[in-house]
């Protein structure tokens, strides 16, 4: 997408959603390397539903019938309603439980979005147990098949904020239960790749961004509800969902045995007190900062990325001009704050 077809603001979730699953040329070429049917497991979060739909209207801009089976408990049914409505086939799966796996038809391709973050501080072993035994009962039912698996930068320790940040060859030094669960996530991949020849990409992705959820999301709300922002974590990365979407779907063709390993978000370091600032400005809104920023921040190296997949095409400076608009108007949030403010890894 060429950042003049970007529209100035986004007025509804139907031109959200409409933004996010309009594939680019490059998708449209890719989706031809990817054999029916591809599976996503996880598919009723917060990105699956927009990763299926786009994966559906590249192959059908291509002209290759891609059958996609979009498959998770859908604890949340507005996921699954969305998702039929789109003409995808889901399936109620809890992939803990083996037996139940079984439903799923045989592929070769495989998106993996099973995680669990939040509420891994005060009760650990659900986190736990679905970033690791989710892994290990996906990889055995699908040996062989091309997983295309999300990762996170929180398996990487801290760096310091001019650094440019952690690069995927760097040591991964995990700071709290969710971190090390998600490293042990990795690790379950590389074992099965290992042992079933089971190619894999771990896409280890930081932060994400639609409207309704992200970092400047936060930082949004937070203005308008003109509460006080800490910038002791004083800085992040961010790229646009329907960018990080578009690069999960090509990855397919970078899976290999031992699991390739690829940090997926913007090149530049976003200082909070700045982007905060260009909000308050676009809202119209005082803010007001508490602490001081920290040396050392949660960052990862993009160069890898950029360097197989291109620069993502929409800038940050958009997105913040669109969350800002969109805050203003009331619009929708998921009510799922990233928590990016956590130091200590307790989320
Ligand atoms: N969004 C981001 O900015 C971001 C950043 C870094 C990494 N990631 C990674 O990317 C992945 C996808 O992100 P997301 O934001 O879509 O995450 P999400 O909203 O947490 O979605 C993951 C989904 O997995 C499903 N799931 C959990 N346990 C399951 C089980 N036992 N069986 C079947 N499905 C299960 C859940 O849906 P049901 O309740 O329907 O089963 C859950 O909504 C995550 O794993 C996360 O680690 C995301």
């Given at each position: 997408m060429n950042t003049t077809t970007l529209p100035d603001e986004i007025r509804s979730e139907e031109e959200l959603e409409e933004l996010l699953t309009r594939p680019?040329?490059?998708?449209?070429?890719?989706?031809?390397?990817?054999?029916?049917?591809?599976?996503?497991?996880?598919?009723?979060?917060?990105?699956?539903?927009?990763?299926?739909?786009?994966?559906?209207?590249?192959?059908e801009c291509a002209g290759h019938p891609l059958k996609i089976v979009a498959a998770s408990?859908?604890?949340?049914?507005?996921?699954?309603?969305?998702?039929?409505?789109?003409?995808?086939?889901?399936?109620s799966v809890d992939i803990l439980d083996r037996s139940q796996l079984k439903q799923l038809p045989d592929t070769t391709n495989v998106l993996y979005l099973v995680g669990l973050k939040f509420g891994s501080s005060t009760n650990p072993v659900p986190t736990w147990i679905t970033n690791t035994l989710g892994p290990i009962t996906a990889a055995q039912r699908f040996a062989g098949a091309r997983f295309v698996a999300l990762s996170t930068g929180n398996v990487y320790p801290f760096t310091p904020t001019d650094s440019g940040g952690s690069r995927e060859s760097d040591r991964l030094d995990p700071v709290g239960e969710y971190a090390c669960a998600a490293v042990a996530r990795e690790r379950m991949f590389e074992y099965f790749a290992d042992k079933d020849q089971t190619p894999c990409t771990l896409v280890r992705l930081n932060y994400a961004h639609d409207l309704r959820y992200g970092?400047?999301?936060?930082?949004?709300?937070?203005?308008?509800?003109?509460?006080?922002?800490?910038?002791?974590?004083?800085?992040?990365n961010a790229i646009w969902q329907g960018d990080a979407n578009d690069v999960i779907l090509r990855c397919f063709e970078l899976c290999s045995v031992p699991p390739s390993r690829l940090n997926l978000t913007s090149s530049e370091t976003f200082s909070v007190r700045?982007?905060?600032?260009?909000?308050?400005?676009?809202?119209?809104?005082?803010?007001?900062?508490?602490?001081?920023?920290?040396?050392?921040?949660?960052l990862s190296n993009a160069s890898q990325c950029v360097k197989q997949f291109g620069q993502p095409a929409t800038p940050?400076?958009?997105?913040?001009?669109?969350?800002?608009a969109w805050t203003l108007r009331g619009g929708k949030t998921l009510g799922k704050p990233t928590g990016f403010e956590s130091r200590d890894g307790r989320f």
């Open positions: 680019t040329d490059a998708l449209i070429q890719a989706i031809r390397g990817v054999e029916s049917p591809l599976v996503i497991l996880g598919a009723g979060g917060k990105m699956g539903p927009s990763l299926a739909v786009l994966a559906a209207r590249a192959a408990r859908f604890t949340n049914d507005s996921a699954r309603q969305l998702l039929e409505a789109r003409g995808i086939r889901t399936v970092v400047i999301s936060d930082l949004a709300q937070r203005i308008i509800m003109e509460r006080p922002i800490d910038v002791t974590m004083g800085h992040f700045d982007v905060a600032g260009q909000l308050s400005e676009l809202m119209g809104k005082s803010v007001r900062f508490v602490g001081g920023e920290s040396e050392c921040a949660l940050v400076s958009k997105l913040i001009q669109w969350i800002a």
